[in-house]
């Protein structure tokens, strides 16, 4: 029988998108959250689920070493990679990308610095506005970037906007709308399409 392999983007997209695998009548043979465990079996046979940082999904997806993946559409913006479909938008994990900087910065004139860890995202957003920046590539807490004079903006997620609140950082720009999408391997959607199909329509219909 045909192996799928789905897998999740661990942190805050994997808490929303447990209950709708629930929901779709797919359950893990262990508890995740309280595992420390990377791969699980579940209830339907020869279907199993990974537990991957979201950077990390599109890659996996991409080689065909996951079938389906689910990532947020920040993550598949910067992914480079492609070989894969974007076949559902979840509509869940909600939040912006957004450009940010501290309060009193006024509009500068000249190259300014961007920090972010959407390099690829960022470098395409200011080009096509006609900005000259240059870009600093950072992992997390972003927001500390432009507090400490290591850049004039950054380019990060924005849900609630306490984070950036809470280091006197304003947003600016809104660049996209992010949400978690169900992503599908090229190859796999061809060589294992029913099988596939069937899963893509359990998530739908528990939308
Ligand atoms: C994201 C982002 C911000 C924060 C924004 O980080 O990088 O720091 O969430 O959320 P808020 O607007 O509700 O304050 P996350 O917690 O996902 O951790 P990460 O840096 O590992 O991505």
């Known amino acids: 029988m045909t192996q799928i392999t789905l897998a999740l983007t661990k942190g805050r ?9 629930e929901t779709s009548g797919i359950r ?20 199993r689920l990974l537990i991957l940082r979201g950077v990390d999904v599109p890659t996996y997806v991409q080689f065909g070493a996951a079938d389906m993946g689910i990532a947020g559409k920040d993550i598949l913006l910067e992914d480079a990679g492609g070989g894969y479909y974007e076949s559902l938008d979840l509509d869940m994990a909600r939040c912006r990308l957004m450009t940010a900087s501290s309060k009193d910065t006024g509009i500068g004139e000249g190259r300014i610095i961007v920090a972010t860890k959407y390099i690829n995202v ?34 990060d997620i924005v849900d609630t906007g306490n984070t950036l609140k809470a280091h006197g950082l304003v947003t600016k720009e809104l660049i996209a709308n992010v949400s978690a ?25 528990a939308l």
């Not at 240059?134 to 380019?155: Q, S, T």
């Not at 169900?182 to 219909?205: C, H, P, S, Y």
């Open 181 to 205: 999408r169900l992503i599908v391997n090229k190859t796999a959607m061809k060589t294992k399409f029913e099988v596939i199909q069937a899963i893509i329509d359990r998530l739908r219909g």
């Open 122 to 155: 960022a470098r395409k957003y200011y080009a096509q506005k006609g900005r000259q920046a240059e870009f600093i590539k950072l992992y997390g807490a972003m927001e500390l970037a432009p507090v400490l004079g290591l850049a004039d903006e950054i380019v």
């Open 13 to 21: 997209i994997l808490k929303e998108v447990l209950p709708l695998l």
């Open 28 to 47: 893990p043979s262990q508890d995740i959250a309280g595992s420390r465990k990377l791969v699980f079996q579940t209830n339907i046979e020869n279907f």
